[in-house]
């Protein structure tokens, strides 16, 4: 199990949402089903971060002010074959997606480079064969939403292993005008 490092900004559906909720379980169930980590569902926006938790907290107010609410569309279920996007749902490359992935990256001072929208429902080194029946689903047979607004994003510490990862705080997005 690889080891994450620094920090990472996640787009999260409302906590309190059947969104939310539905996401929770699917992600629940697989790692029961699987034996693999538990964690919250959420879409990278950034991941693996370094700098100091003030500073980022500062950024983070910064890039909150400059995204609107928007949706996230859900779309085929699939893997890659990599610890962290052994199961995932794509998420679809919208403009309001990838404009908040450049603003994440200009905010941070990361260089521009390829972004893949996903949102993540298993983490672990399996095979194909173990995982094919999860990725051989589709959203609605999985009981996952096939969309979702994204009002909000979180701050994470990612340092370690998955069951050391903290919660650091939450950002609104700047309201619609």
């Not at 403009?95 to 990361?110: K, L």
């Not at 080194?125 to 047979?141: C, G, K, R, T, Y």
Request: net charge negative.
């Amino acid at each position: 199990m690889p080891a994450a490092s620094g920090y990472s900004i996640w787009l999260v559906p409302e906590r309190h949402s059947l969104a939310y909720s539905s996401l929770s379980v699917c992600i629940d169930t697989i790692a029961q089903k699987l034996g693999t980590p538990c964690f919250d569902p959420h879409i990278t926006l950034l991941g693996e971060v370094d700098d100091t938790e003030s500073n980022l907290l500062s950024r983070c107010e910064l890039l909150a002010g400059m995204l609107k609410p928007y949706e996230a569309n859900l779309g085929a279920i699939a893997s890659n074959g990599t610890y962290y996007q052994i199961a995932f749902a794509c998420v679809e490359a919208t403009a309001e997606v990838m404009y908040a992935h450049r603003q994440a990256r200009a905010v941070f001072g990361i260089a521009p480079s390829s972004y893949f929208p996903h949102l993540s429902l298993a983490y672990g080194n399996l095979p194909l064969s173990q995982i094919s029946s999860i990725v051989e689903q589709d959203v609605d047979a999985l009981g996952l939403p096939k969309r979702f607004p994204l009002t909000s994003f979180e701050l994470w510490r990612t340092e370690g292993e998955v069951q050391e990862w903290r919660f650091v705080r939450a950002f609104s997005f700047a309201t619609r005008s």
